[in-house]
């Protein structure tokens, strides 16, 4: 019995993960599809030290429509750098909260969604696999 409750806790563990990466996944699509879309230019780079590298986190700075000068930082950071001072890449902003801009590209958009279910597969395949067999 103990067993089951185990996996079972495991399967409710990756039930959970994988509701919040659909959930994620569709406030991308509605932001995608009810969303404003610019260009945004990359103005400057914060640093900081990561494993003994130097990680570049690229700050972007657009103007909304109400002729608003916006800058956000983008929740990724690399090494080497993405980008370069003087970039123009494409973003897409809440007319709400437009501070909370996300540039369009895969990583940009979806990296939570797919970070989220990658956690979330094998709970749901251990746990789920294992109630399947035990209800057997």
Known sequence: MGWIIFYLFLFLIGTFLAYHAFTNYK?????????IRATATVTQFHTHQSD?????TPVFEFTDRS?????????????PPAY??????????????????????????????????????????????YLLYASR
């Open 52 to 56: 003994g590298s130097t990680m570049y």
């Open 67 to 79: 002729q608003t000068k916006i800058s956000f930082k983008s929740g990724i950071s690399s090494s």
């Open 27 to 35: 406030k991308t699509q509605n932001l995608l599809q009810k969303g």
């Open 84 to 129: 370069k001072i003087g970039d123009k890449v494409k973003i897409v902003y809440d007319r709400t909260k437009p501070e909370k801009a996300k540039t369009i590209s895969f990583w940009g958009l979806y990296r939570w969604s797919v970070i989220l279910f990658m956690i979330a597969a094998p709970f749901l395949i251990i746990g789920g696999s």
